[in-house]
T-cell receptor, first 112, second 112 residues
Framework: GENVEQHPSTLSVQEGDSAVIKCTYS??????FPWYKQELGKRPQLIID?????GEKKDQRIAVTLNKTAKHFSLHITETQPEDSAVYFC???????????FGAGTILRVKS | DVKVTQSSRYLVKRTGEKVFLECVQD?????MFWYRQDPGLGLRLIYF???????EKGDIPEGYSVSREKKERFSLILESASTNQTSMYLC???????????FGSGTRLTVV
């Protein structure tokens, strides 16, 4: 079935460093790729998304890149801060069933 | 500001009980979803609905059923709760084009 693989499962960085989380997806017809941040005890919240007609999108310290040929997309966080510590989920909108399939999540710890 | 509301944050039920988890959204979204969140497994889709009285199975529907009698309300039902259904349950909604899910705060269900 459709799946999204996400790596790494945990990531520790020093404050100020960059963090990169990578995802691959199986459905070549997928055209929408959101990223969610979930802080401890809170709901997942959309932080950035990208559609298949662009290769990169930026929003301040956050950027997402998409390589449709290779079927992978990545989240880049620059100048990390302690408040970036959270679980991050990638997702892909599968054409079959028209549903979002999520990766397993990455626990990001930013050490100050 | 809260747009997707789940009726309970924490719930403890006994094995064999019938359990109802309620979700209400006030954004007039067509689509509603129930996910289950477990460590290392990410968010797995249980059921979803794209219209009133319509429902579709997700990836792990066994042991669950759903009800959508009104557009704003989507209920998840555990007919006979089992200990392996102990988990965090997240409800989400989205507009018809499926871009931009909004999640509820989650219900942490413990079955003893």
């Amino acid at each position: 079935g459709e799946n999204v693989e996400q790596h790494p499962s945990t990531l520790s960085v020093q404050e100020g460093d960059s963090a990169v989380i990578k995802c691959t997806y199986s459905d070549s017809a997928s055209n929408y790729f959101p990223w969610y941040k979930q802080e401890l005890g809170k709901r997942p919240q959309l932080i950035i998304d990208i559609r298949s007609n662009v290769g990169e999108k930026k929003d301040q310290r956050i950027a997402v890149t998409l390589n449709k040929t290779a079927k992978h997309f990545s989240l880049h966080i620059t100048e990390t801060q302690p408040e970036d510590s959270a679980v991050y989920f990638c997702a892909a909108l599968m054409e079959y069933g028209n549903k979002l399939v999520f990766g397993a999540g990455t626990i990001l710890r930013v050490k100050s | 500001d809260v747009k997707v509301t789940q009726s309970s944050r924490y719930l403890v039920k006994r094995t064999g009980e019938k359990v109802f988890l309620e979700c209400v959204q006030d954004m007039d979204h067509e689509n509603m979803f129930w996910y289950r969140q477990d460590p290392g497994l990410g968010l797995r889709l249980i059921y979803f609905s794209y219209d009133v009285k319509m429902k579709e199975k997700g990836d792990i529907p066994e042991g669950y059923s759903v009800s959508r009698e009104k557009k704003e309300r989507f209920s998840l039902i555990l007919e006979s709760a089992s200990t392996n259904q102990t988990s965090m349950y997240l409800c989400a909604s989205s507009p018809a084009d499926r871009y931009g899910y909004t999640f509820g705060s989650g219900t942490r269900l413990t079955v003893v």
